[in-house]
């Protein structure tokens, strides 16, 4: 091996190097299983489209849209002073206040369902406490707006449930995470990470 190496010239060298260290932050970056907004990427399988993620089950297409407020927040006399709110998917990091937006997509038809809403704390991936229930009711305008008071870090999931066109039970699931790991803060901005490594990589080999 440490022949076939000192064989090599200098510019295979220096490619093979920074070819093996892309790879190794590339691989990183797909353990996150992260995807370009820095979300688990199976979170959303629809994406974020036009300023509002979207969900799909085999039986409804929804956006889905959140305005966080820190619990700490205390609204300033003067309007004009007052912050600015950030539209999340999911993730939320602190415990607050979440103005939720649910919009009905696709089928039509889903505005004339009776659609029943829960929020539930998480232990371990199953349901420990629901902390919240609308009863069932139909949303003619196709628009379902809810006010949620979350208190403590950990998992959630918001039920959208009802029955769709063919009378078959559906539950569309939507996952809220309050606090994120500390790595999930660096996530977003590998790629760039990658070129600035790729940067210095080709400045050190270079002059070998």
């Not at 995470?177 to 999930?184: A, D, H």
């Amino acid at each position: 091996m440490d022949s076939i190496w000192a064989n090599l010239s200098t510019g295979m060298r220096r490619f093979l190097i920074l070819s093996g260290s892309l790879a190794v932050i590339v691989a990183v970056g797909l353990q996150f299983h992260v995807s370009s907004q820095g979300d688990v990427s199976d979170t959303y399988p629809k994406g974020f489209r036009g300023g509002t993620c979207t969900i799909e089950s085999d039986s409804l297409v929804i956006g889905y849209s959140g305005y966080f407020i820190p619990g700490d927040y205390e609204i300033p006399e003067e309007a004009t002073g007052a912050m600015s709110v950030p539209v999340l998917c999911g993730k939320i990091p602190s415990p607050g206040i979440l103005d939720v937006t649910i919009d009905l997509l696709y089928p039509e038809s889903a505005r004339e369902w009776p659609l029943t809403m829960a929020l539930t704390k998480m232990e371990g991936g199953t349901p420990s406490n629901t902390l919240l229930t609308i009863p069932p009711r139909t949303y003619e305008s196709g628009t379902i707006t809810q006010v949620l008071r979350i208190a403590e870090l950990g998992e959630y999931r918001l039920y959208l449930s009802g029955k769709d066109e063919n009378q078959t039970d559906f539950t569309l699931k939507i996952p809220i995470t309050v606090g994120t790991p500390w790595y999930e803060g660096f996530a977003q901005f590998w790629p760039m990470f990658v070129l600035v490594v790729a940067a210095i990589l080709y400045q050190v080999f270079r002059k070998l």
